[in-house]
Nanobody
Framework: QVQLVESGGGLVQPGGSLRLSCAAS????????MSWYRQAPGKERELVAS????????NYADSVKGRFTISRDNAKNTVYLQMNSLKPEDTAVYYC????????WGQGTQVTVSS
């Protein structure tokens, strides 16, 4: 069955870094555009970063440009989100999403930025 499993979240101090991973299975990963979303308490889920499946074109939310980098490894069926210079406002549950003919979501991983 289709699975997207995020990992790498945790507690980090402001200015620190984390790398999130999302391991995919049950579908042809290379055909899917991949993206990361986040949802903070009391807020709507928002797009953080996306990566196409054809030309690896990326798109970032203004709030994370220059700090976050999305990448993928089709051989490992995994998408990553490298997060640097983390801020308290980056605290949220982070979800990966796969989009092609259908859309799949992972279960999310908590990122908490606090001193």
């Amino acid at each position: 069955q289709v699975q997207l499993v995020e990992s790498g979240g945790g507690l980090v101090q402001p200015g620190g870094s984390l790398r999130l991973s999302c391991a995919a299975s049950g579908f042809t990963f290379s055909r899917y555009a991949m993206s990361w979303y986040r949802q903070a308490p009391g807020k709507e889920r928002e797009l953080v970063a996306s990566l196409t499946n054809i030309d690896d074109r990326t798109n970032y939310a203004d709030s994370v440009k220059g700090r976050f980098t999305i990448s993928r490894d089709n051989a490992k069926n995994t998408v990553y989100l490298q997060m640097n210079s983390l801020k308290p406002e980056d605290t949220a549950v982070y979800y990966c999403k796969a989009t092609f003919l259908l859309t799949y979501w992972g279960q999310g991983t908590q990122v908490t930025v606090s001193s």
